[in-house]
């Protein structure tokens, strides 16, 4: 783990010039009691691949509802293309699939999407988004479609626009695993020229197949911000729980692997990027630990662990 | 402009055969009821003849029904969400105003037509064929307002609230308006009253044939008024109705 995992604005990658594609600072948004987002900064530049990850309520939704135009905040700046929102919209440089997203019971995909195509100046060939998205045998039905058929029916009217910066929010949220291979195939495949591309998701595998850089968000904030690796360090790593006389917090974060500790007495919670070089060493130079626990670590732990990790941020 | 939106939505109510069997029948057949219910004093006391009368009432009472019913069903695409999608499109609040007008006239015309045709067919009303045009072409751009009001009422009304909230105000247009009723009918205070109706004036209009009444201009200009009145409320409307605060 290294200083990049932090609740910081991440330096810009230097991929491709101009405006990054989102910037957003000092942004809060209260719904009654709610924070739903509560101080976030965060810089996207033109060409990164983002996951937003977050357990449900995290605030995901909201900031990307504000991102498009969609929520007003109630503090802070957002710009999308050095543009607001709103104008972002109208120059069509978004797209973006909103969660449970409506779509038309009277018209068929075909339909839809020339109606999607007709909006943009320089639209995708919907011929074209058809093949990607798997629809092409169901363009001219009026039925109503699956669930994950009319998931693949949003990216589609999101991608017949051709946007520079695609948004998708929590995209693959009740699709069966096939169907969440076959949406990430299409988006690969759609995003090859170096779009930008940010989605939310509460999948972590989505995030490691998928993103180059990975948002946690946790309560309104931004609790780590990261490359898929150092994210992954700690999220794939286990927790190791021990009870070892004489030893002190210091000592134990020298041995290898071990990410993060805590303290409460002689009792120690580790969370480990190689709990077994960590467990070794431990035994090694503490004899007398005792009461050794290894477990798999969860995504949820794997936050809390990142809030308190080194270089990482507590709010 | 956007032409693609506006197809769209046309094929969408050329599609919703619920409002063609409502549009056809309903003003028609209320038309034929009336036309052979009420005679003698009422039907005496309209100045022309009354199924004349009645034509040109019911005709405009047809336009304003419809164009109430295409309009309120933003209700429904609000609840489901699909306001909030075109809201993240670039599709301009004016391409979107002159789409949700276009499907309202498409279904409008031959529902006044319907109407005129009958009274024509079963009950002898003769006119040339310029009194004909005057009456469905003129009840036909006079109904614009309404099918903004109808757009407007699918914007403030919830998915549950917009068949009676739709249907309070076919009647109070449709009655106190003059428009479904002959309003000769009623008390004099509910005569005056019809005057500041928009539906009144609509009226006047589909009736102006017959009447050879010279308040067309006046009328033209009251219906153009609502016109930028509505159309002004439905456009900030649709501007802020995604943005939750």
Redesign the interface.
């Given at each position: 783990m290294n200083n990049a995992v932090g609740a910081t604005v991440a330096e810009p990658t230097g991929r491709a010039a101009g405006p990054p594609a989102i910037k957003v600072s000092g942004l809060y948004k209260s719904f009654g009691d709610v924070r739903a987002v509560d101080g976030i900064d965060l810089q996207i530049a033109s060409g990164e691949v983002v996951a937003v990850l977050g357990p449900n309520g995290a605030g995901k939704s909201t900031l990307i509802d504000m991102v498009l135009g969609l929520t007003r905040p109630d503090r802070g700046e957002i710009s999308v293309f050095g543009n607001t929102p709103r104008e972002a919209i109208t120059r069509g440089v978004i797209g973006a699939t909103l969660q449970e997203g409506a779509l038309l019971d009277d018209v068929s995909a075909r339909e839809l999407l020339t109606m999607a195509a007709s909006l943009h100046a320089r639209p995708q060939p919907i011929e074209e988004v058809l093949r990607i998205t798997g629809l092409t045998g169901l363009a001219d039905r009026r039925t109503r479609l699956s669930g994950g058929q009319r998931q693949r029916l949003r990216l589609a009217m999101t991608l017949v626009s051709n946007p520079r910066l695609l948004l998708l929010d929590e995209p693959t949220v009740a699709m069966d695993v096939e169907a969440r291979q076959l949406f990430w195939a299409s988006m690969r495949e759609f995003t090859d020229g170096g779009r930008t591309v940010v989605f939310a998701s509460h999948y972590l595998d989505e995030a490691e197949d998928y993103a180059d850089r990975v948002v946690l968000i946790r309560s309104g904030s931004v609790i780590a911000d990261g490359t898929v690796p150092e994210i992954r360090s700690v999220v794939a790593g286990r927790s190791l729980s021990a009870t070892v006389p004489g030893a002190n917090a210091e000592h134990l974060r020298e041995l290898p692997g071990v990410v993060t500790v805590e303290a409460r007495g002689d009792h120690f919670d580790l969370v480990c990027a190689d709990s077994d070089a960590a467990a070794r060493e431990l035994f090694a130079r503490f004899p007398r630990a005792h009461d050794v626990e290894i477990a798999a670590i969860s995504l949820e732990k794997a936050f809390l662990a990142l809030t308190s990790a080194e270089g990482g941020e507590t709010r | 402009m956007?032409?693609?939106?506006l197809?769209?939505e046309v094929?969408?109510v050329g599609?919703?055969r619920q409002f063609w069997i409502g549009a056809l029948f309903f003003p028609t057949v209320l038309y034929l009821m009336q036309a052979n219910l009420f005679r003698g004093d009422i039907a005496d006391r309209v100045g022309v003849d009354f199924s004349e009368y009645l034509l040109g009432s019911l005709a405009a009472w047809a336009a304003l029904f419809v164009a109430l019913n295409i309009g309120s069903r933003v209700a429904l695409?609000r609840a489901?969400?699909?306001q909030?999608?075109l809201?993240?499109?670039?599709?301009?609040p004016t391409s979107y105003l002159i789409a949700k007008l276009t499907a309202s006239l498409v279904v409008a015309l031959p529902a006044i037509t319907a109407v005129a045709v009958t009274g024509g067919l079963l009950e002898g009303v003769r006119l040339p064929i310029v009194g004909w045009l005057q009456l469905i072409l003129g009840i036909w751009v006079g109904s614009l307002p309404f099918a903004l009001l109808g757009v407007f009422i699918g914007q403030i009304a919830s998915a549950d609230s917009v068949q009676a909230l739709t249907s309070i105000s076919h009647m109070l247009l449709g009655v106190l308006g003059g428009a479904m009723f002959p309003v000769v009918a009623f008390p004099e205070w509910m005569q005056r009253v019809s005057a500041i109706i928009p539906s009144h004036w609509l009226a006047v209009i589909g009736r102006s044939p017959f009447e050879g009444d010279s308040s067309v201009g006046l009328s033209a200009l009251v219906l153009a008024g609502w016109t930028v009145v509505l159309g002004t409320a439905v456009t900030l409307r649709y501007l802020h109705d995604?943005?939750?605060?």
């Open positions: - | 956007n032409t693609g939106f197809v769209l094929k969408r599609r919703a695409e489901t969400g699909w909030r999608q809201r993240i499109t670039p599709l301009s995604s943005a939750q605060d």
